[in-house]
């Protein structure tokens, strides 16, 4: 008999189909309203594991409702929606696919760097408009090569991001709970400190409560005028009235932005605004990481089940 899994969010095709071929899958992506309700009261007390994303919320509410759940596969890195002391209370695990998504997150965040600093939306725009031919050449941008790029979070993705800053030129620091070994790079305990010395702030921190408003307007001040701001990080870690605010008051040159607080309808202001470069966070969005991505959900879910130790724990 197949065990049964309960699929709160998809995973790619291939994946999928690989997952129906090997459990018995209970769509509770697919159930709405009243639907929903009855799929949890005939799956709750059967189902052990679970297949979700970042996006999906799992609270007490929705873990009453899971008595027999004891892994939740998440095939994302970021995992803020979900209330890892409750699950951890309940001796249920959580996975995620943070190893597999550092490249393509950090080439996104050299990409919104260079994108804001160089003005690349308007240089196109340019282009297309025909000001190139009517009005001669567009204004002067801001070199990134000689410059200090902080990055708030030296983790996988945000060492990923060090070595790309490197390579074209920056001088690196960075700021977190504590110093890491294995490098040279400046580091500064507070980012206030790591906004000061930088030219250009990049954010890879996680999300969740730890560092809500961790980029305050105090930092975004310290950054100056001729400073730019990347996020790839999670909106909640940033103030994001006061990023705008500093954008509009250009007390920051430009920003780089693939995440916000209200997903998928960001604040209006943002769209209004001509210095800062805009993503709808997509930064692991390529064939490639979400293929790897779902595999490696589909891997922990069939170490879960062999009874082998899971391949990326959270806690």
Not at 111 to 118: E, F, G, T
Not at 156 to 179: D, N, P, Q, S
Not at 196 to 217: F, K, Q, R
Not at 300 to 313: D, E, H, I, V
Request: hydrophobic content about 45%; overall charge neutral; glycine content about 8%.
């Amino acid at each position: 008999m197949k065990p049964d899994v309960i699929v709160a969010y998809p995973l790619r095709p291939r994946q999928m189909a690989m997952l129906a071929e090997t459990y018995t899958l209970h769509r509770l992506d697919l159930a709405e309203g009243g639907e929903r309700d009855a799929l949890l009261q005939k799956a709750g007390p059967i189902c052990t594991a679970l297949v979700c994303n970042g996006h999906v919320t799992i609270d007490e509410a929705l873990l009453s409702q899971l008595p027999a759940l004891k892994l939740a596969a998440c095939s994302s890195a970021g995992y803020d929606q979900m209330d890892v002391e409750a699950m951890t209370r309940r001796g249920i695990k959580l996975t995620n696919t943070s190893e597999v998504l550092c490249d393509d997150v950090a080439d996104m965040a050299l990409l919104l760097m260079l994108a804001a600093r160089r003005r690349l939306p308007e240089g196109d725009r340019y282009v297309r408009s025909g000001d190139w031919g009517q009005k001669g050449m567009m204004p002067l941008t801001t070199s990134t090569s000689g410059k200090r790029a902080g990055i708030v979070g030296l983790g996988r993705i945000g060492m990923a991001i060090a070595r790309r800053c490197e390579a074209v030129g920056l001088t690196v620091g960075y700021c977190g709970r504590t110093k890491k070994a294995g490098n040279d790079f400046a580091y500064f305990d507070e980012p206030v400190k790591l906004a000061d010395w930088a030219d250009i702030l990049i954010v890879a921190t996680p999300g969740g409560a730890s560092t809500e408003g961790l980029i305050s307007a105090a930092v975004l001040n310290a950054l100056g005028p001729a400073g730019s701001f990347i996020n790839i990080a999670r909106g909640t870690v940033v103030d994001e009235p006061a990023l705008i605010r500093a954008l509009q008051e250009r007390r920051i040159a430009s920003a780089g932005i693939d995440v916000y607080l209200n997903e998928p309808n960001p604040d209006r202001h943002f769209a209004a605004l001509d210095n800062v470069v805009l993503y709808p966070h997509h930064a692991s969005g390529t064939e490639e990481t979400r293929d790897r991505m779902a595999q490696l959900t589909l891997d922990n879910l069939a170490a879960f089940f062999a009874g082998r130790p899971l391949l990326t724990p959270v806690n």
